[in-house]
């Protein structure tokens, strides 16, 4: 077995550890350099984890404009009803 390995909790069965492998490329981080980014997630250069911050930040951006599309077609739906207020008459 190279690298480190836990045990997941089942007879005869280890797991990889988390720091084991590149998050984005899948390479090994056996005797390297690791650089991590948001806390826990491993990548085995500074270019693999730059893409992936770029990915997660295009991400981002479309959930950020895809709610603001909601919310603007909200006001929209709203703010084009024509309101009339006055008195009616009935005979």
Same mark, same amino acid.
């Given at each position: 077995?190279? @690298?480190? +390995?836990? +045990?997941? @909790?089942? #007879?005869?069965? +280890? &797991?990889?550890? +988390? /720091? &084991?492998? !590149?998050? /984005? !490329?899948?390479?090994?981080?056996?005797?390297? &350099?690791?650089?991590?980014?948001?806390?826990?997630?491993?990548?085995?250069?500074?270019?693999?984890?730059?893409?992936?911050?770029e990915m997660d930040e295009a991400r981002e951006k479309k959930w950020k404009s @895809?709610?603001? /599309?909601?919310?603007? &077609?909200? #006001?929209?739906?709203?703010?084009?009803?024509?309101?009339?207020? @006055?008195?009616?008459?009935?005979?």
């Open positions: 077995m190279s @690298g480190y +390995y836990y +045990y997941s @909790g089942y #007879q005869d069965q +280890y &797991d990889p550890h +988390y /720091l &084991d492998a !590149c998050s /984005l !490329c899948r390479k090994s981080l056996h005797n390297s &350099d690791i650089f991590m980014y948001r806390g826990n997630t491993p990548f085995c250069s500074k270019e693999c984890r730059q893409e992936q911050m @895809g709610r603001s /599309l909601r919310k603007s &077609d909200a #006001q929209n739906s709203t703010s084009n009803r024509t309101v009339r207020t @006055g008195t009616v008459a009935v005979a």
